[in-house]
Nanobody, 115 residues
């Protein structure tokens, strides 16, 4: 079992930045692909960004050029740097790690972007 704890969410004005962190409880984090999802009220959960075990990254079209996903395996932590935030980025952001069909989720952190 691996626990994930997100942090770094909050209230920010449009155009601002936030950096989310996802701390894993075990060093096995390095063996997993890592992703960030978000879910806004009344909407389906959507994939925001992902980074593979090898470091390959993918992004949703809506966040390309604004968000950067990264990981520090030595710290068992994943990150999501979010710049040029927009009100439509408002959601609960959830960290996910997965490997071979085994998934773990964090509890989520609220990001609210005011206009």
């Amino acid at each position: 079992q691996i626990q994930l704890v997100e942090s770094g969410g909050g209230l920010v004005q449009a155009g601002g930045s936030l950096r989310l962190s996802c701390a894993a409880s075990r060093s096995a984090f390095s063996l997993y692909d890592n992703a960030w999802y978000r879910q806004a009220p009344g909407k389906q959960r959507e994939l925001v960004a992902a980074i593979s075990e090898e470091g390959t990254t993918t992004y949703a079209d809506s966040v390309k050029e604004r968000f950067v996903i990264s990981r520090d395996n030595a710290k068992n932590t994943g990150y999501l740097q979010m710049d040029s935030l927009k009100p439509e980025d408002t959601a609960v952001y959830l960290c996910n790690i997965n490997r071979g069909g085994v998934y773990y989720w964090g509890q989520g952190t609220q990001v609210t972007v005011s206009s």
